[in-house]
């Protein structure tokens, strides 16, 4: 019943270089019908299975690396907070990277920020035992549950993603276009790249690419 669809997140130099797919997780009723993420999501977190989702997306995903699916393009994938702190699964994952080093290096692990904002030395230990595999680590949502930049300094992240609800009305928004800004010069100065998400239209990806922008994600895109 669980099915992957792909999203590309595209360099802001140019239209048609991937940078990485986003795996985006489908899961399907007794009928075939979709269930919206929006209410699999909080049920799988009531019911203490989003580690159980997120063993299942980490071994098909590394299936299609090792296979080369995608060539030599990194997919990305979203995993629960709570898997985070779960030692059992953390050993598991870090097995499962190391039988396919290959595929691991092309592996990344996407958290959302207001999921980890609370818990920051466990994503600071997850990553850094990952990144022994080639593993690399984004931050996604960023800036939903916007504290400060003080601990980005302190996690070797590879990338994050600004939170769509800054992208969405961007163009007439000069808050929003100042915020980007502000976490585009942040992170560069960290060698962190940044992305934007739920990018709909050419003037979006205009506005966004003269902030200076690594790569862009949304229907806009791909």
């Known amino acids: ?30 009928k075939g019908e979709v269930i919206p993420a929006v209410v699999y ?97 984004g931050l996604d949502h960023f800036g939903r549950g916007f504290s400060s930049f003080g601990y980005l300094s302190t996690l070797k992240l590879d990338y994050i993603k600004i939170d769509g609800s800054y992208v969405r009305g961007i163009l007439e928004n000069k808050d929003n276009q100042f915020f980007v800004e502000s976490v585009i010069k942040v992170a560069h100065g960290l060698d962190v790249k940044v992305f934007a998400v739920s990018v709909e239209t050419d003037a979006e990806w205009n506005l966004l690419v003269g902030l200076g922008l690594d790569g862009l994600q949304g229907y806009g895109v791909g």
């Open 41 to 137: 999501t909080p049920m799988s977190k009531r019911l203490g299975l989003g580690t159980d989702f997120d063993r299942v997306m980490i071994a098909e995903v590394l299936a299609r690396l090792a296979s080369k699916r995608y060539g030599e393009i990194p997919v990305a994938v979203n995993l629960f907070p709570s898997s985070l702190q779960n030692k059992d699964f953390i050993d598991w994952m870090c097995a499962e990277l190391a039988k396919v080093p290959e595929a691991a290096s092309r592996l990344l692990v996407e958290v959302s920020e207001y999921g980890v904002a609370e818990n920051v030395d466990a994503l600071r230990e997850f990553t850094k035992r990952v990144l022994q595999y080639g593993t690399r680590v």
């Open 1 to 30: 019943r669980i099915s992957l669809l792909m999203q590309p997140a595209k360099s802001a130099a140019d239209h048609s270089t991937i940078m990485h797919y986003e795996s985006l997780l489908r899961l399907a009723d007794e």
